[in-house]
């Protein structure tokens, strides 16, 4: 009998021994692709895939007033790089100020360069967010003001200050903020009903996205480093010295603008 119960315990331990390696293995299993994930979530990641929404508790400690500076507390850090967009942005509008009272050239630079700043922060917004698994509950409303500071009156006032002036000029750049201002606000209402991928990413953006100005503002960057500014501006002034004189170049803006708010312009995302 000795013998007997012997083996017996040597077949259930061989069983437990198997057990503990096979749980061990499908640990590993679950691990691997998680681990996986995480090395692949970086700055530099091109992953746009939605992150969960903020839970319940996100959203009872931003609506509370329990404590001193209680919205500041809650913000994430995506947050903090999303106003340092809209802080950009507002830093190239002063740039142009500067510019038009000074007359120095490398204000416009600095102007131009605050702007493509910008462009870096709304990129890295994100992707921090992703990185550190967390979802802001506003970070999407504030992603789109910084969008509108940066890409879009920063890039009207930049055309201002280099010489698109007159009147109807001006009624053009604020058509191009008013269509970037009509397009982040549709985007904002209408993310959640546009079709999805299997990853949860939309298909597609409706209109040209806020950021696509950026390319108007390379072609100003080009105009101030080559000089033609003012009355050196391409194509001149039609009608200059009666009503409704205008810089041809301004139609850029208007078409751009067109563009934002198209609904039939379908881009896909990459």
Do not use: W
């Amino acid at each position: 009998m000795s013998k007997v119960t012997k083996r017996n315990n040597d077949r259930a331990s061989s069983r437990c021994a198997s057990d503990v390696g096979s749980s061990s293995d499908s640990e590993s299993d679950i691990d691997i692709p998680e681990r996986r994930l995480r090395r692949s979530s970086s700055l530099l990641s091109f992953d746009t895939s939605p992150l969960a929404p903020p839970n319940e508790t996100d959203i009872a400690n931003f609506t509370s007033d329990a404590h001193h500076f209680s919205m500041i507390r809650n913000l994430h850090m995506a947050d903090y790089i999303t106003m340092l967009n809209g802080f950009s942005g507002f830093y190239s509008i002063i740039s142009c100020l500067r510019f038009t009272l000074t007359g120095k050239p490398h204000y416009m630079q600095r102007a131009y360069f605050f702007i493509f700043l910008g462009m870096c922060f709304d990129f890295l917004d994100g992707r921090v967010a992703r990185l550190r698994h967390r979802s802001s509950l506003m970070g999407q409303e504030l992603d789109s003001l910084a969008d509108l500071v940066s890409f879009g009156v920063a890039p009207a006032t930049t055309a201002f200050a280099i010489g698109i002036q007159s009147t109807l000029d001006v009624f053009v750049l604020s058509f191009f903020v008013l269509c970037g201002l009509a397009r982040l606000a549709r985007f904002n209402v209408t993310v959640g009903q546009l079709p999805k991928d299997l990853t949860g990413k939309s298909k597609f953006f409706e209109g040209f996205p806020m950021p696509t100005s950026l390319v108007l503002v390379l072609l100003m960057v080009c105009l101030v480093a080559k000089g033609l500014i003012f009355d050196k501006l391409p194509f001149g002034i039609v009608r200059e010295g009666q009503y409704f004189e205008f810089h041809p170049i301004v139609l850029l803006f208007f078409i751009h603008g067109c563009g934002m708010i198209s609904k039939s312009m379908k881009i896909p995302k990459l």
